[in-house]
């Protein structure tokens, strides 16, 4: 019997199971570590099969992205009778959780923007939480993608602020009295990224009330 007649006989590949092995991919070896020829190893299949449910990696990307807003989907409605700047922070929490879980994910969104369904849910509710708030529409869109930027600039720096366990050696040549304020500082750092997101959605919130007020 032929490669081919077998692959023939065997049942199709449930695109649950393929999306999951994507998943598995990116957690262990990275983002450079997908491609439809991993992706098949994994699955212990040809290409071809793949190929059935999906037109290439960047659709393979877009359903583990959207797959992963499932996760904050739920909660995305939950937050809407709040008030709008708790809300909306509270939302941006959620994204910002979701991509710490799955840190190989914030670099897949910069190269693909986030379409589906359950991404789609949570720009929605972002935008009806601004504009039952009164807030005009040219505002209110300006405004969640100034929030869901932020959230994902800071996402990309989780993969190396976890991968830099080294300072980086200082420079012999460079005299520590040329630097009082950064003495000054000193027992303040290193701020972790968690901790510098909180404090930066927090400043980012207020100035966005203040311009909307």
Known sequence: MSTGTRSRGRPPIPVERIIAAAM?????????????????????SGTATLYRHFSGRSEVVARVVDTLFAEIAQDAQAVRSLPWQQALAALAQEMFDMLRRHPNIAPLMIENNPVGP???????????????????????????????????????????????GRQVATWASLRIEDYPASVAVAPEVPISVEEEFEFGLSMLIIGLERTLD
């Not at 990275?30 to 994994?42: E, I, K, N, P, Y």
């Not at 959230?151 to 991968?163: E, I, K, M, N, P």
């Open 24 to 44: 598995d991919i990116l957690a262990e070896d990275g983002v450079d570590a997908l491609s439809m020829r991993t992706l098949a190893q994994r699955l212990e």
């Open 118 to 164: 359950n991404a789609l849910a949570l720009r929605e509710a972002a935008l009806s939480i601004l504009l039952d708030a009164g807030v005009e529409p040219p505002m209110a869109v300006r405004t969640w993608a100034t929030v869901a930027r932020f959230v994902l600039g800071f996402a990309t720096q989780l993969r190396a602020d976890r991968s830099s």
